[in-house]
């Protein structure tokens, strides 16, 4: 956790400079009828660049709201960037994986990385390994495909990880309570997504009650807020099942 922690303080910083909630979580796999497939994972702050844009362009007195390039605000989006895109030298060697591909793009703040996967034991055995190293956290399997099922465990939650850490950086300052409310309400919009691709089945039905089905049946969409009190009344879960045929 503590390594999750200090990653995301500094995107509680900057989403605080801006007032806004704009912190997005896009997970994505894709599984082919063989079991291989991909695998991304991004964060995207790209709100929070326009909004820092749009207050720089304003002059006068944004300067002391927003820091120049270069000033601290900066530094902490690179190194977040740096922490959560490196996972090259983490996943070299691992059987079953391939085609590691790292995004940090400081201009739109996108962070993340992709890759490719022989199959789902491979993509576990990268998760288990990435989670360990970038968020403290202990995962087994995460993910079951056997062609005709799909599961997603609700283990590796990474929006609940996210929601704790974030609370217990707000807890933890002076007025915590207070702190804390104050993030809730910054946040209420923040979104982890998960999307699933299934271009060789299509999608007869699943468990999760937020899913949403598109591309004919093809793809399979799950979007939690996890900071949206009336969503989270609903106990909304990462977990979900798929038939597929």
């Known amino acids: 956790m503590k390594n999750l922690k200090n990653l995301f303080v500094a995107a509680l910083t900057l989403v605080s ?10 997970e994505e796999v894709t599984f082919k009828d063989k079991g291989n497939g991909s695998y991304s994972m991004t964060l995207d ?5 326009g909004m820092m ?18 000033a601290g605000a900066d530094n902490s989006m690179s190194q977040m960037g740096e922490q959560l895109s490196s996972v090259a030298s983490s996943l070299k060697g691992v059987e079953g994986i391939s085609n590691v591909v790292e995004v940090n793009d400081t201009a739109t703040l996108k962070f993340g990385y992709t890759f490719d996967f ?3 034991a491979a993509l576990n055995r990268a998760l288990k390994i990435i989670n360990k190293d970038k ?5 087994d399997e995460i993910f079951k495909f056997s062609g005709k099922n799909f599961e997603r465990v609700a283990s590796g939650d990474l929006g609940e ?11 933890e300052e002076e007025g915590g309570e207070e702190s804390l409310e104050m993030m809730k309400m910054m946040f209420a919009d923040m979104s982890y997504t998960q999307v699933y691709h299934f271009p060789d089945r299509e999608i007869k039905k699943s468990d999760n009650s937020l899913a949403q089905l598109s ?3 093809h ?23 798929a038939k597929l045929k």
């Open 53 to 70: 844009d749009m207050m720089k362009g304003m002059g006068g007195d944004s300067t002391a709201v927003v820091p120049e390039e270069g």
């Open 215 to 217: 591309d004919n049946n």
């Open 45 to 49: 702050m790209s709100e929070v660049k």
């Open 161 to 171: 990880e996210i929601k704790k850490a974030l609370s217990e950086g707000g807890g």
């Open 118 to 120: 022989a199959d789902a």
């Open 219 to 241: 793809t399979m969409t799950i979007v939690i807020k996890p900071f949206d009190e009336e969503q989270q009344k609903q106990k909304p879960t990462v977990a979900a099942t």
């Open 135 to 139: 968020y403290d956290s202990k995962t």
């Open 17 to 26: 400079l801006t007032l806004t909630s704009c912190l997005h979580i896009i």
